[in-house]
């Protein structure tokens, strides 16, 4: 069974930057060259908001509001899928989820705290 695990949350100033990591278990190599991952941060209160995809070659899809600041990767042998965010502000502060694009499969999310 494929799980997704999220890490590399925290603290950070508004300004500052971080890299989330999603790292795949349960996969096959092959299988996990063919998944797009995706990335959603939820607000204290609100919705899940769509943040940006890496898809397969390493294709990429952003949310209009973050292009330019968020940047989105993958690093096939190592299992994983990385949104490195920069310039983060306090309405930032999240929790942030990665999917396997178009699956139930959810990361359980990492705590993203914009504050000064």
């Known amino acids: 069974q494929v799980q997704l695990v999220e890490s590399g949350g925290g603290w950070v100033q508004p300004g500052g930057s971080l890299r989330l990591s999603c790292v795949a278990s349960?996969?096959?190599?092959?299988?996990?060259?063919?998944?797009?991952i995706s990335w959603y941060p939820q607000a204290p209160g609100k919705e899940l908001e769509y943040v940006a995809t890496v898809g397969v070659g390493g294709s990429t899809d952003y949310a209009g509001s973050m292009r330019g600041r968020f940047t989105v990767s993958r690093h096939n042998g190592n299992y994983s899928a990385f949104l490195q965010m920069s310039n983060l502000k306090p309405e930032g502060t999240a929790v942030y989820y990665c999917?396997?694009?178009?699956?139930?499969?959810w990361g359980p999310g990492t705590q993203v705290t914009v504050s000064s």
């Open positions: 999917q396997r694009r178009g699956s139930s499969t």
């Open positions: 349960g996969v096959r190599y092959s299988t996990f060259t063919g998944y797009a």
